[in-house]
């Protein structure tokens, strides 16, 4: 199994930016992707983007699209999100997952490990 270990996150203005970093470790990368989901108080988990390490699944949720851009460090077996153009509606807790390579990958279930959650708050 996949384990990740999330860091960033906090507090910024509207219009700022934010980099979440989210380093894996395990022994079969080659046959997981990578995500981040979001949770806002009272709302379910958001899916906002899914990488491969192989590259051969890349996707975005249209609410993020132009703002928010997932990379990855292979070497590093790390993934990042930049998050950019901050709004205020993008608050709440930010997760990394890794779970086995599916067509599914906008979902929760789809995932079997989890970070411990990051507190992102952006300000009006």
């Known amino acids: 199994q996949v384990q990740v270990v999330e860091s960033g996150g906090g507090l910024v203005q509207a219009g700022g930016s934010l980099k979440l970093s989210c380093a894996a470790s395990?022994?079969?990368?080659?046959?997981?992707?990578m995500a981040w989901f979001r949770q806002a108080p009272g709302k379910e988990r958001e899916w906002i983007s899914t990488t491969s390490w192989s590259g051969d699944v890349e996707a975005s949720a249209d609410s993020v699209k132009g703002r928010f851009t997932l990379s990855r460090d292979n070497a590093a077996a790390t993934v990042y999100l930049q998050m950019n153009s901050l709004k205020p509606e993008d608050t709440g807790v930010y997760y990394c997952?890794?779970?086995?390579?599916?067509?599914?990958?906008?979902?929760?279930?789809?995932?079997?490990?989890w970070g411990q959650g990051l507190q992102v708050t952006v300000s009006s």
């Open positions: 395990g022994r079969t990368l080659r046959s997981y992707i």
């Open positions: 997952a890794a779970g086995v390579k599916t067509l599914r990958y906008k979902m929760p279930w789809a995932y079997d490990s």
